[in-house]
């Protein structure tokens, strides 16, 4: 019978318990009606044994009431007075609604994890690659990735049950946390660094004569904001009185101004920072290197979703960490996946980006404490209340703990 049923229906996973605590209750009762008609029009009974909730029962039930409408003749049985219209109809219903349930549970086991990523970085490429060289669908897994445009809309869509998984969620999930959302959780995390350099005029070789000049940023309070302005203090200098920040816009606009010499300097992150190498400018300092600890690209869920999807979940893991692999392992396919994504396509800029990429993620995406003091610091800014939190406190590494016990990375990379 479990042959006959949906392959999906039999993974714990692939349902939800509420809807299948349902289905199993109307199976019962599906089947004891079934039982009564059987009595009823005097036919054998097509399943013997008591519908005990399990995947045999709801079969039974499904192909019991099958069996009652092969083996009742209606059109004589109406003319004996064996089955009035209102049992008919009670029948009918049932079956209808049966049918309904049925699709009903079916449709929510096919329902793909909705991931969202905030732009087309390169930080997400092991999401990309996971996606588009089949990884997920290796391990069991429909995943629709949705380029949300930003952080907070993700946020936004979360809250709302519309999404389930935000990559590159780190600061707007801890703000969201501080606004009362507690059932979120950051689970892992692409990038455990910056991922940014300052570039500067071909003139400028040290960073002490940075002071008196001018240096460009997206936005203020922005993360590149933030970014420089660590830069500063972590180099002697007071950030706002020895360098001038200016707040420019977009990134190839900083690069543009530098090069003009409207600024001295500016931070950027990639591919602004091989197009400003290009256009003959200085990287002063590349900020992955700078030791600094960062939760660039980190993964936000609620805490509730990664207990009711625990296995899934693992899943999803066990596929990044595959996708990862495969990234450092096959790069001119994983080089073509990052080409595709974020549209660069001049080889010169291409391959450094992708290969500083492939450098920053580790084996295992996971999320450690020491990741989130500086996203809390840069939060604290516009929030005060990230100053008393606990790191910790902000991360579920159940998923990850797991697959790493489970031996599958050593397994991969042996």
Request: proline share 4%; with cysteine; aromatic share 10%.
């Amino acid at each position: 019978m479990r042959d006959l049923l949906p392959r999906s229906w039999l993974k714990r996973d692939s349902y939800d318990m509420e809807t299948f605590t349902r289905f199993s209750q109307t199976m019962r009762v599906l089947t004891a009606l079934a039982e009564s008609w059987e009595r009823k029009i005097g036919i054998s009974p097509f399943w013997k044994g008591e519908a005990t909730g399990d995947f045999c029962s709801h079969g039974s039930a499904y192909w019991r009431w099958f069996h009652v409408f092969k083996k009742i003749p209606l059109n004589s049985a109406f003319a004996k007075g064996e089955i009035g219209f209102r049992d008919f109809l009670s029948i009918i219903g049932l079956v209808v609604f049966l049918i309904t349930l049925v699709n009903g549970v079916s449709l929510s086991a096919e329902r793909p994890l909705r991931v969202a990523y905030p732009a087309p970085a390169g930080a997400f490429l092991p999401l990309w690659a996971a996606q588009d060289a089949g990884i997920f669908k290796k391990h069991g897994l429909s995943v629709e990735l949705i380029a949300v445009g930003s952080s907070t809309r993700g946020i936004a869509a979360m809250v709302s049950g519309d999404l389930d998984i935000l990559a590159g969620g780190g600061t707007a999930g801890i703000t969201a946390q501080l606004q009362g959302y507690t059932d979120m959780a950051l689970f892992a995390n692409f990038i455990q660094t910056f991922l940014f350099s300052v570039m500067v005029q071909p003139a400028i070789t040290e960073v002490s004569q940075l002071r008196g000049k001018r240096m460009g940023v997206t936005r203020f309070g922005g993360t590149l904001d933030f970014v420089a302005r660590q830069y500063i203090k972590r180099n002697g200098m007071e950030p706002g009185k020895d360098v001038t920040f200016v707040q420019v816009g977009a990134m190839p606009d900083i690069v543009v101004a530098v090069s003009t010499g409207a600024l001295e300097a500016g931070v950027v992150g990639v591919p602004q920072n091989f197009l400003a190498k290009k256009q003959g400018l200085r990287e002063l300092a590349d900020l992955s290197e700078s030791g600094a600890r960062y939760a660039l690209a980190a993964f936000l869920a609620k805490r509730s979703f990664l207990t009711e999807n625990h296995e899934r979940m693992l899943r999803f893991m066990k596929a990044l960490v595959e996708s990862i692999y495969y990234l450092k392992t096959y790069p001119k396919e994983g080089m073509e996946i990052f080409r595709r994504y974020t549209r660069i396509d001049a080889p010169e800029i291409l391959k450094p980006s992708y290969d500083l990429h492939i450098r920053l993620f580790p084996k295992v995406p996971e999320i450690f404490s020491e990741d989130l003091k500086l996203v809390l610091e840069e939060v604290a800014l516009t929030n005060p209340k990230a100053r008393t939190v606990n790191p910790g406190s902000l991360i579920d590494g159940r998923v990850v703990k797991e697959v790493l016990s489970s031996g599958f990375v050593d397994q991969l990379y042996r």
